[in-house]
């Protein structure tokens, strides 16, 4: 894929380095020229320096092949700019952005930029969920916390160890995905056995996730 | 309830532009509220000014809506940043809906991120040509040779 990021330091450092050994072909956009020295250096691929909200610096960066634009400055006005030219005058069919206001995730679906990440967002989700419930060992939110993935390692004192998911009766909304069991993953039915010890990996909408870990933990002062 | 026509408006930036408009506007008897995140910039209102000042990043839709965009007759974008104004300017229009939007941009390349927007446009750079062109044919083109 051809992919055009513009702006951010260790994002586009780090996300530069994971896209090219994955073998995509991008293009850097940073208005710092020092870091633009930097990112050519260490990266095998063209960097840009210019302000990647203006049309002719988009072009330099040869915009109209690109398949994906990611924009990363610090500032919101930027990078709805930046995505909403790369959409409407280049024909980029997918944009994806960061916001450092959260609230701005709303506003951007609105202007019709949908693939928005607020970092601030996703990591008071991800700290709220840890600190709340400690038997929970990673927790993921998709889709701006409509579902939450979570995973939860089974101990032997669980209510659920030893018994089938039939037997346990989850509710209708959650699923158990997957189980980590040693180095093997199983994708569970209903007469597949959970035992101590196994990660159990859980989608479910948060509203009934506390009646879930309630269900596996089998207590309820979490 | 509308008391009369743009009698409720808010101007986004105090710039010398922005600050002008809403010396201007509250002159002549409407209700102005100006945003801007620097207060020193308030500086640059007339001293006969009588409207509100909100110290605030006019790009955040809590403080848009604290300013009162929702009952907002007009809305001038009129920050010094063309990617501030593009996006004061949409949120207003499309999320709150304000009636009349008005927004400055210097960079005439950008124009095309309006479309779908229903937006009114100042272009500082196309006025300054046309200034241009029309003190040259008053002077007539013999002054220059």
Partial sequence: ?222 | MKKKDCSYIIVAGCSRFGANIASMLSSQGKDVVVVDSNSSSFRKLSPDYSGFNIVADATDIDELTRAGIEKADLVVAATNDDNTNIMIAQIASKIFNVPKVVSRLYDTEKEIVYQDFNTQIIYPSKLSICEFEKLISHTGTEGLK
Avoid: W
Avoid at chain 1, 111 to 119: E, F, H, M
């Fill in chain 1, 1 to 222: 894929m051809n992919i055009v990021m513009v702006g951010g330091r260790k994002k586009i450092d780090f996300l530069a380095k994971s896209l090219l050994e994955k073998k995509h072909h991008i293009t850097l956009i940073h208005d710092d020229e020092n870091y633009c020295k930097y990112l050519s250096r260490t990266h095998n691929a063209p960097v840009v320096f210019g302000d990647g909200s203006k049309p002719y610096i988009l072009e330099d960066a040869n915009i109209g092949g690109a398949d994906v634009i990611i924009a990363l400055t610090p500032k919101d006005a930027d990078n709805l700019v930046i995505c909403q030219l790369a959409k409407k005058v280049y024909g980029v069919k997918r944009a994806f952005t960061t916001v450092s206001n959260p609230k701005n995730v709303e506003v951007f679906k609105k202007l019709g930029i949908n693939s928005v990440i607020s970092a601030t967002y996703i990591v008071a989700g991800i700290i709220e969920q840890m600190a709340a419930i400690n038997e929970i060992e990673n927790f993921i939110s998709i889709e701006q916390g409509k579902i939450v993935m979570m995973e939860i390692v089974v101990r032997e004192n669980y209510p659920v160890c030893g018994k089938t998911l039939a037997e346990i009766g989850f509710p209708e909304q959650g699923i158990v995905g997957c189980i980590i069991r040693g180095v093997n993953s199983i994708i569970p039915r209903g007469k597949t056995r959970i035992q101590a010890d196994d990660k159990l990996i859980i989608l479910s909408p948060p509203k009934i996730q506390r009646e879930l870990i309630e269900l596996i933990v089998g207590r309820d002062d979490i």
